[in-house]
């Protein structure tokens, strides 16, 4: 049997987040709206011996990847396959790496093996992490739950982004941890566009101080994106979009990249 699916795996924002109170099942509800982008990673797969293979950044062996085909394998006789990670987007970035490679190898077994389960393969994606249900969506979706619960929206304007890394992680278990330490009311979803993240809050300071400094350089909106620590400028234009990522980078930025909003059909395509 031959085959080879090429599959966009985007990174993602969460242009409005509201967290939620610890629950009774030890999970945070949120409230959240997320965008995919055109920058992402890309995952390969074809025939093989069931090897994972990611290029570009040192991932533990356990991993997302690893796990979902696993799960794969316990709901249908799917052929043995070889997966390559082709790694672009940061880990521990709050911008979905981890999860959209995961959500990426889901849609190539879709396309291989059509028959699969919808409901499983929901199932599976729940399993493995909180944003891989919506990077089977794609585009923008409003996430409710705990991000499962997921509200396909129409596609946005476009808006060009700037995507800005410090040279520091924030594990997500750590960062809902310290908001557990503060009060603050679980805010509903505003009736227009906003930028709000309840992470904001306890994020670091030098993120915090990067976003300010994109809204120095022309951003009309900056934030952090999921529990962080990258944090993002939104821009009219590709060119002041490019202008400010150079500044940026000779200001010192460790990882800067100019980017745009994704369409729904742009970030679920397989070539």
Known sequence: MSFRYEVFCPAKLNLFLAVG???????????????????????????????????????????????????????????????????????????????TDAAGLLRAAWKLAPFLPKPEMAGIAQAVGADVSFFLVGGRARGEGYGEILTALPDAETKHVVLLKPNLDCPTGPMYGRLDTQEFPFLDFPEADRLYNDFERVAPCESMDWAERLQVHGASGAGLSGSGSAVFGLFETAEAAELASQKLKIEGAPFVHPTRFATRSESTHIG
């Open 21 to 99: 109170k610890l629950d009774a099942r030890g999970y945070h509800p949120i409230r959240t709206v997320f965008q995919a982008l055109t920058f992402g990673d890309t995952v390969i797969v074809e025939p093989g011996n069931d090897e994972v293979e990611f290029i570009g950044e040192d991932v533990p062996a356990s991993n997302t990847v690893t796990r979902t085909l696993r799960l794969l394998r316990e709901i249908a006789p799917i052929p043995a396959l070889k997966v390559t990670v082709h790694k672009r987007i940061p880990s521990q970035a709050g911008l979905g790496g981890a999860s």
